[in-house]
């Protein structure tokens, strides 16, 4: 497969450490950067919608919501894909639970929320978006995963696309597995063509090392290990900040992705 050249037009960042994109930029240059709230505020949701909202969603919609505004597109006219590694870990783990001690105490509605598609129906519905959206999960290799699909829809269908990535902190048994400390997400709105909105271009090549590079020493481990999207899109994140001109991410089993930041013509 020859190289996929796209260009990113906005970035969402959110993580109990960084607020957003800036705040990450900010640390690299050497400043503290200020610390967030307790939770994703979301503010694409309507009221009523974030306080009925599990943390994945309100996470997911919070940096969608962050790389949308920094592109200036209509969220309305965006076709999306979300990802996720573990999906809603603290309902999965409710659910389970539940299912072996008391099954009809099942709580139609956080059932509701445990589907792996939940933060695109959220999203779609607040941002009344009827283009076509998905959702990836591929386990640790997620981000790249979702960054190829979402680069091979920008580059068929030539139009913009918004990929998200999300994972929450793992509770109870399912924690143990999954080994997610905190949130982390991100997102990218990523286009076919250079425009005035350009901010970076990346040129992705498809290899068949799937193994993941060493991470930028100037990133604090404990980042890099709240859970496999942070540790797959730190790099990447950093990259855009343009510390470093390439990173290699896992997409899958046996394939990976070389990923090289351009200049800007």
Known sequence: MSGLRIHVEGIGLWSPQLADFPALHTWLAGTPAAVPGAKPPAATLPATERRRAPESVLLAVEVAGQ???????????????????????????????????????????????????????????????HAPSSAVCAYRDTLGAGLLESAMQVLADSQPVLFVCADVAGTGPLGDVTHSTQAFGCALVLSPDVSPRTVATLALQVSRDAATASPPPILPPAWLEANATAAAALPLLSLLAGHGRHCHIAAAGTLGLHIERENLA
């Open 67 to 129: 790389a949308v505004a920094m592109s200036g597109r209509d969220a309305g006219g965006l076709a999306c894909v979300f990802g996720s590694a573990f999906g809603d870990q603290t309902i999965t783990d409710y659910m389970c639970e539940t299912l072996a001690r008391a099954p009809t105490e099942l709580s139609p509605t956080r059932f509701h929320n445990s589907v792996h598609n939940a933060p695109a129906g959220y999203w779609t519905i607040a941002t009344g978006c």
